[in-house]
């Protein structure tokens, strides 16, 4: 009995995990888009539990995110709309980074029917990412990288300045 409760238990705090982070995003995104109101829009993240700064941080709507409690973001990154994180796994986005309309961060990987298979994904600083990329589980993007539009990306990014393709290679 007592391992009844204990799952109980377990899947209770992560649907509330969850929940919260539904009510903040939903509180998120229907405030208009104003560069004025970013701090208020900012701290309902916080409250979620992104760890983001309200003052040197713009996210525009449309944002997604399963779970953000795993989600911290540099001072100065700019996320444009309708970014998809799923937050299963920890995303971390290094100081001023730029990241386009559309892209999606991937932290699971489906393996099999009974495991998931969860990596991070880390965005060193600096880093310009276009328009609908995707970036796969377990992806390390270094310092002062571009990514080019529509790009998928996985592994360590490295040592280029431009990367682009599907599955993206290093371009110069």
Not at 72 to 78: A, H, L, N, R, T
Request: glycine share 10%; aromatic share 10%.
């Amino acid at each position: 009995m007592n391992f009844l409760y204990s799952e109980i238990g377990i899947i209770f705090k992560i649907d509330i995990l969850r929940l919260r982070t539904k009510i903040f995003l939903f509180l998120f995104n229907i405030l208009p888009d104003l560069y004025l109101l970013k701090i208020m829009k900012n701290f309902l993240l916080c409250l979620a539990g992104a760890k983001i700064s309200l003052l040197f941080t713009y996210i525009k709507n449309g944002l997604y995110c399963d779970n953000l409690t795993n989600l911290k973001i540099g001072k100065g990154s700019f996320l444009n709309a309708y970014i998809y994180l799923e937050g299963n796994g920890k995303i971390t986005i290094g100081k001023a980074c730029q990241i386009g309309p559309s892209v999606k961060l991937l932290t699971t990987n489906h393996t099999n029917r009974e495991n998931d298979e969860i990596q991070n994904i880390t965005i060193g600083d600096n880093v310009w990412i276009g328009a609908g990329c995707i970036i796969l589980p377990g992806t390390i993007i270094h310092d002062n990288m571009n990514i080019a539009a529509g790009s998928i990306l996985k592994g360590d990014v490295q040592d280029g300045v431009l990367w682009a393709g599907t599955l993206a290679k290093k371009k110069k």
